[in-house]
């Protein structure tokens, strides 16, 4: 949508020095739009005296008479919305071509209100988004004027409404594009402005706005990182050198999960280097950390040896940093991320997909698959194109969340989240096997801790077709109750930033510092089908509790950056069957027939994402 070409030569009134113009206001103390003008009365700035212009009155008088009168010929031939709108679209350009008019600000408030009135006249028109949509760029351009966060706040709020109330219009998409720009240009808080630029992306998948938000994205997501590493940097000169606590790895013959342990926040680098067999090196990636120590009492050799990686091992490159190495056998792809409190490093190696069709190698077929982890099942030839995409569902992970030392949310009498969810995913996945037919495996059966890279890991390596992870909820407010399901993306609002927070273990603050990594992510992550399988886990859920429970409450879909789905190679979501922290829903949480209509619901759900996938790509 280019419809801002109204300001005459493209949109240079944009461009406008916001110090250069110095704004008269008729009521520089109420600067709300509520405030009644006082039309005629001009406030001059030399003198300050008040100037009662008849004249002007009467002019307003004439005009207004004169486009009453217009406006009741026109009528009989226009729509009503359509008239008023074209009213206010005069008015609009007559002060956007007149650079003395900008200067006042009670200009600014007759074209605003010209357009109110055409939104609270016809607000199912076609013109009232238009109204909506063009009063709050004047309050923007408004603003570039007044200074005041007034104007700005009230231009965000009607951004808003547009996208809100008419989701379906062409001017949802650019309306989402202006919140993301008053975030970015006027706000200066980038992290709101990349989720904004970040919910168009989502919502508005095939709007024309779509590639100049990615574009944004882009640009948003490295000077967010830049921030960071100088806010690493300043961390590190105050606190010295941190230290590699440990290097972890869980691995099978098509993937590993390698985890660098440390005790704060580090900035790094990553580069693969081909093999030299000068030096008998084979293909090896290493990490650089920067201002870092190799502590000397973890082993810093990790032989590795299945058929992907030879061997990790971490060493002091330079007395201020390290480097961590991983020795390859046979890579298809990496993927490096971090997660923080306390932070580490992931990087998963899976083989290429030549590889894996050529079948095991000589390594693989020396090696006894690692306890508990089978191996890879080459013979799935694939039949459509849901198969393919490698969308069909075969093996499902449940992973009951928390457990051993993390107890999770607490409620009445000693309850405690770690033991519902695992009693929970007991009852789900024997449910699963039965009504659905697939595989299931659990990332815990007993009350131990797992950490939450570890459970991704397990999926990854059972090569699970789903992941779903249980949960229960809370709430300082007691009376806070309901069902919702999230999937893996930058939270929209700010409880779910909350629920994140609470389930990674870490601070708000280090959920928006996810941003950035998470960009890169995504683009391996199959969120549109973490989506689809959220709603309808969520809606099989709701239904089947409903019909045994009054008063369920549907807090619905929602999206956050939950640390147990990242890097899940599969459609994965996070459910939250009910809050421990509501008297009511503790009781039900307790009980089995709660499980068990909780059990059929999640089938359900998952049993009716099965038959979409078929009618979504039917035909491949
Ligand atoms: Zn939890």
Redesign the pocket.
Known sequence: MRWWNWAGSGNTWWGIEKRAASMKSTRPETAGLKAVMVVGQVRTRRTGRRRCTVSSALLVTALFLFLYGAGSIQAAKTPGDVALLERADRARKALLSSPARMKYRHHWERCIRLYDRVYKRYPQSDSAPWALYRSARLLTGLYRYSGSTKDLDEALKRFKRVVERYPQHRLADDAQFRIGEIFYKEKNDLSSAYVEFLKLDIKFPSGDMRPRAQAMLDRLASVISRKEEARLRKEARRRGAVHVKDIRHWSTPNYTRVVVDLDAPVKYTSRLLKPDPRIKKPRRLYLDLRHARVSKDIDSYIPIKDGLLKAARAAQHSPDSVRVVLDMESVGGYKIFHLYDPFRIVVDVRRSAEKRKAGPSRAERKRKPRKGIRRADTSRPPVSLAGQLGLSVKRIVIDP??GGRDP??RGPGGLL?KNI?LRLAKIVAARIRKEVGCEVFLTRTRDVFVPLERRTAIANMKKADLFISL??NAHRNRRIHGLETYFLNMATDKRAVLVAA??NATSEKNISDLQAILNDLMLNTKIHESNRLALKVHAGMVSQVKKKYKKVRDLGVKQAPFYVLIGAEMPAVLVETGFLTNPVEARRLTTKTYMAQMAAGISRGIKSYIDSIDQVYRGG
């Open positions: 969340g928390h999770g949310c989240e969810v949960h229960v609470r389930e």
